[in-house]
């Protein structure tokens, strides 16, 4: 359940185009995502902060992302934490994270 909320936020609040994104509904299902899993899992925190800064909440991004990056450092998940690291730029910058289809 946890997987499924995540991967729909992640497209809610990333979408490429404006109009299909949702952030509201993503933080809503990033926020379920992360109670599910007890605020443990790097990933979905990564969801959640980006679906705050989909929703201009720059501050609580920034404040999720450095939570999910620290998760992530301290699994040893390099990848993951680099690419947190520059989304934390992002949201630092007062910018949300899109992505989709070109």
């Known amino acids: 359940m946890a997987a499924r909320h995540n991967n729909l936020a992640w497209i809610l609040a990333t ?8 952030p509201d509904e993503a933080i809503r299902l990033a926020e379920q995502a992360c109670k599910l899993t007890d605020y443990k899992k790097p990933d979905l925190l ?6 705050y800064a989909s929703a201009s909440r720059f501050p609580e ?13 301290s699994y040893q998940q390099k990848q993951l934490s680099e690419a ?4 934390l730029l992002l949201f630092k910058a007062r910018s949300p994270y899109i ?3 070109s």
């Open 46 to 51: 990564d969801t959640l902060a980006v679906a």
């Open 61 to 73: 991004a920034v404040n999720t992302a450095e939570k999910a990056m620290e998760l992530a450092v």
């Open 15 to 22: 979408y490429k185009e404006s109009g299909l994104r949702e």
């Open 99 to 101: 992505e989709g289809p």
């Open 84 to 87: 947190i690291r520059k989304r």
